[in-house]
């Protein structure tokens, strides 16, 4: 019998992330044009995406009105505050 180990990766895996064409549409602030229309991007990888999926609340900019109170503390609030991070990082160029 052989015992499975999980390894680290020495490198945080590279957030990949391409937009549609003539996409504008800034993820962080949740500003400019979507070309494809559609609500959110089907392209953007869930440790990108800075909203909550349950009342819209934007965690990188604080923009909206949050079910949960505030500051927000649903379910939903540690990983979109992190997700908001990755996001920051991402726009940086520091992916």
């Known amino acids: ?10 490198h945080p895996r590279r957030l ?3 937009q549609c064409a003539g ?4 993820l962080v602030t949740g500003t ?4 494809c ?15 909550c999926p349950d009342c819209n609340y934007n965690f990188a900019t604080g923009e909206g009105a949050s079910w949960c109170g ?5 379910r939903w609030a540690a990983e ?8 920051r990082r991402f726009q940086a160029g520091e992916r």
């Open 37 to 51: 229309g559609w609500f959110e991007c089907p392209y953007l990888p869930e440790e990108l995406k800075v909203t």
């Open 32 to 35: 400019g044009q979507r070309s």
């Open 70 to 74: 505030e500051p927000p503390s649903c």
């Open 1 to 10: 019998m052989r015992i499975l180990r999980e390894r680290r990766a020495r």
């Open 16 to 18: 990949g992330y391409r």
């Open 80 to 87: 979109g505050y992190r997700n908001a991070e990755n996001a």
């Open 23 to 26: 996409c504008d549409y800034d």
